[in-house]
């Protein structure tokens, strides 16, 4: 028996398979990288993206320690919460929340001051590690240290340094005919202890990223430079920092969010006293979640503006950083 087989005439497309027939294809030539990336997939789901679909529902309803479902005993209590819709937000946002606002300038103050306490700091250090020296290697480990200190392990340890009986920085002021400060009972020296242990935490990381970053850009750039006459001024200016554009802007953008959310510091050194003082959004949101009478809708209201305006922070800043280096390198 013979068969035949027609060619598709020239100019014609092949017919398109079945979008069934596509996918298990997909599957089929691709499946070592399907297995590869299901375990992530699922992790994320299950650690990233149910909680936070979770939290967003929660943030529409009254949920709280009363109305929620729970067993006592061999007794199940049905939860009895409702849907309120944006009733939450709009109370959070027009200021009948109360503490929104005083939260978020100290969170904007807090985040300012210690992203460019770390970015300064990190840089100046990286520039001097960069350069030709002896024991470079000791120093490296020792500036690194404090990075792989676990941060509830640094919060305990300048709780010792900053109690105001007995602690080290006390007895440092006392010898110098200074009186004790009360570093985590007043509200001023408590923001100051915050900011001071969370640039000690985060300038290790920062030095790392810009030494990195210092030791890709050319030295037949500041070779040029100095033929040309530029002092060192003008080297760093011109050659160093667009060099480091597209490392220093990760890590300001990483180093933003972290430091929008770091909790331990502030709930482990302060607990975000005294009087409230030293809590950020996101310790704010911890205390309605898991103090007193339990707010659950109202940490989960918390936790989403966080998230909104984080988001909507890294989007802007994207786009500037896009548009800052298209001038700069054309």
């Not at 789901?45 to 009254?62: C, E, H, N, Q, R």
């Not at 027009?94 to 460019?116: E, K």
């Not at 030095?207 to 070779?223: F, H, I, N, R, S």
């Amino acid at each position: 028996m013979t068969t035949f087989t027609t060619r598709p005439q020239a100019g014609v497309a092949p017919p398109v398979p079945p979008p069934r027939r596509r996918v298990r294809g997909l599957l089929t030539r691709h499946w070592y990288a399907w297995a590869m990336v299901t375990p992530v997939v699922v992790v994320i789901g299950a650690l990233v993206m149910f909680p936070l679909v979770k939290g967003i529902y929660l943030s529409l309803t009254d949920a709280t320690e009363m109305n929620s479902g729970r067993t006592i005993g061999v007794n199940e209590i049905p939860a009895t919460y409702s849907f309120v819709g944006f009733d939450n937000y709009i109370d959070v946002l027009s200021g009948a929340d109360g503490a929104f606002y005083s939260r978020l300038l100290w969170t904007v103050q807090w985040t300012v001051a210690c992203v460019t306490l770390h970015f300064t700091i990190g840089l100046g250090l990286a520039l001097l590690l960069n350069r030709a020296m002896r024991l470079r290697g000791l120093y490296r480990m020792l500036l690194i240290l404090p990075w792989a200190v676990p941060p509830f392990v640094a919060a305990f340890g300048w709780r010792l340094i900053l109690n105001e009986q007995g602690g080290v920085a006390n007895s440092v002021l006392g010898l110098f005919g200074i009186d004790a400060v009360n570093w985590l009972g007043e509200p001023l020296a408590a923001k100051i202890s915050v900011i001071m242990v969370n640039v000690w935490l985060g300038v290790p990381f920062m030095m790392v990223a810009l030494l990195g970053g210092l030791q890709t850009v050319p030295k037949d750039l500041y070779e040029a430079a100095e033929m040309d006459g530029a002092t060192a001024w003008q080297q760093f200016r011109a050659v160093t920092l667009p060099g480091l554009r597209p490392v220093s802007g990760t890590v300001i953008l990483l180093g933003t969010i972290w430091t929008f959310n770091q909790f331990p510091v502030i709930a482990l050194l302060t607990g975000g006293g005294p009087g409230g003082s030293t809590n950020i959004l996101v310790t704010e949101a911890y205390e309605r979640a898991f103090q007193g009478i339990r707010d659950y809708s109202g940490a989960a209201t918390y936790g989403a503006l966080i998230a909104s305006m984080l988001v909507v922070f890294a989007f802007f800043y994207k786009r500037w950083l896009a548009k800052q280096s298209e001038e700069v390198f054309g």
